[in-house]
């Protein structure tokens, strides 16, 4: 009987640590399924523009959206008439003290930045 209850034992934390990863692997698909979601969206009927935004999928699921000109050749030739963006998107969930993440990046193309855009990109005043 005393080896019965060890192998029992035994068996259910496999089954808990089971569950748990199933869980886990429920939430990152969730939460890829909203990032892909909010980024086949993102500035298709407005003109993408650098910065950073936040917000919230439902009451589990945050978001927050990097956008950047990326430039990997050393910057846009003069009278370009489009620009590659680098949008970065954080997907978060659980307690906000100690929250899980999610990771994605994609490229976008749109128009090219605008001298005004370029400052307020950058930080100047």
Avoid at 16 to 22: D, E, K, P, S, V
Avoid at 28 to 44: K, N, P, T
Avoid at 97 to 116: E, M, N, Q, W
């Amino acid at each position: 009987m005393l080896l019965l209850a060890i192998v029992f034992t035994a068996l259910m934390q496999v089954a808990g640590g089971a569950i748990r990863l199933t869980q886990n692997a429920a939430a990152h698909s969730e939460a890829a399924m909203w990032a892909r979601s909010l980024l086949d969206g993102a500035y298709v009927g407005e003109p993408i523009r650098p910065g950073s935004s936040a917000g919230q999928f439902n009451a589990k699921y945050r978001w927050r959206l990097n956008v950047t000109p990326w430039d990997q050749a050393g910057g846009v030739p003069p009278g370009a008439s489009l620009q590659l963006y680098q949008l970065d998107l954080d997907v978060l969930w659980g307690p906000p003290g100690h929250p899980r993440s999610a990771h994605f990046r994609t490229l976008r193309l749109g128009g090219p930045l605008r001298p005004d855009a370029v400052s307020a990109a950058q930080g100047a005043p």
